[in-house]
């Protein structure tokens, strides 16, 4: 039996993959991956417009739905939540560009007084016998770096949005798309159950993270301008706009997000406003981004502290201040995906904020029928 079961080991075909030693495959996968980023950074002009249309699309799917579920025609469902999308893009455009003009021409007097204000607290350092480097000061805690890096944020969004045409015909044609994509995956494979299921899952959670994260951006973005508004902090809808975009990325986005008030709230009236400003912004981030997000979304659909800095890295180096902006959302899209398949939970594991698979999150379940 045992020479049955060898001979046919021998005379079992041996394919080219098995030819190829381990290290090679592992380094023509890496080589793979280095060409397939080289590719996303060349295609920025073309990729970034779409991944701004998928998310405006995500967004706007619930919405779409509702409509469909009230007897709306498809076509019909799709011009009223496009023309919904169009008027608040509308608004973020004109905001965005007023906004940023003005702190732009006001930004070299801001880069000044935060100097002389710097100036001015390290000669009462020195006065209590504290002496410092000022040069060295500059160069490791620089607070004009902080603005300029918000300004080039806002820019780099700016300048995607004026492409804001195509970007909208690509929302029109996904939203037309989207209700014929699950027929499209039943035809395309042989099991349907199985691939729908998995549709179902990602689709489901995936919907389900961006309307809560976008609603508990838009909560802290109101929050945030009504408190710069209150302490007399100019620009108060910008900084309102920037809380709400940077929200999409946890803790490092809220901490970038407060520094320019903080820094304008100290320029203007002092340290004690900026203290404030500073008291403000901790409580908004505490509450909503410590207690009611992670109530609606669960531990399941977030991300470690590792993944999302390495992930503001990776993006930003791709696709520069959008990717940014997007580096979040783009790899929980990747951890939603890894979560839909058991084959590949285990990744989505680690990359998420939980050490072990202890239970499971409380994500959407895909629908066993």
């Given amino acids: 039996m045992a020479g049955r079961e060898r001979a046919g080991h021998e005379d079992a075909p041996v394919t080219s993959a098995d030819r190829v030693p381990g290290w090679s495959r592992g380094l023509l996968t890496v080589a793979a991956l280095v060409i397939v980023m080289a590719g996303m950074r060349a295609a920025e002009p073309i990729l970034v417009p779409f991944v701004v249309s998928l998310f405006f699309a995500i967004i706007a799917a619930p919405a779409l739905i509702w409509l469909q579920g009230k007897g709306v025609p498809a076509t019909l469902a799709v011009v009223l939540v496009v023309a919904g999308l169009l008027l608040c893009g509308t608004g973020i455009v004109v905001l965005l560009g007023t906004s940023l003009n003005d702190f732009s021409a006001a ?187 992670p109530r609606f979304l669960g531990r399941g659909l977030g991300l470690s502290t590792l993944v999302v800095f390495l992930s503001l890295v990776f993006w930003g180096w791709i696709w520069g201040p959008v990717g940014m902006l997007f580096s979040v959302p783009l790899t929980m899209t990747v951890k939603i995906a890894l979560e839909s398949s058991e084959e590949t939970r285990w990744i989505a594991i680690f990359l998420g904020p939980e050490p072990v698979a202890e239970e499971r999150p409380p994500m959407v379940k895909a629908s066993k029928s």
């Avoid at 902080?146 to 195509?166: C, D, E, I, Y």
């Fill in 107 to 293: 930004l070299p007097g801001y880069q000044d007084r935060i100097l002389q204000e710097t100036s001015r607290l390290l000669d009462m350092l020195e006065a209590r016998g504290l002496h410092l480097s000022r040069q060295q000061i500059m160069d490791v805690a620089n607070p004009a770096a902080a603005m300029r890096l918000v300004a080039s944020v806002l820019k780099g969004l700016g300048g995607v949005l004026t492409n804001s045409f195509l970007i909208f015909l690509t929302v029109i044609l996904i939203l037309l798309e989207a209700s014929e994509f699950p027929e499209k995956l039943r035809a395309a494979f042989g099991d349907p159950k199985v691939y729908s299921a998995r549709y179902a899952l990602f689709a489901a959670n995936l919907k389900r993270y961006f309307v809560i994260k976008t609603a508990g951006s838009l909560a802290t973005g109101v929050a945030a301008a009504i408190w710069v508004w209150a302490l007399g902090v100019d620009f108060a809808l910008l900084w309102g706009l920037v809380a709400f975009l940077l929200n999409y990325v946890p803790n490092l986005g809220s901490i970038i997000a407060a520094v320019p008030p903080i820094l304008l709230a100290f320029i203007q009236f002092g340290p004690a406003r900026a203290v404030a400003m500073a008291a403000g912004y901790t409580v908004v981030n505490v509450v909503l981004g410590n207690f009611v997000e």
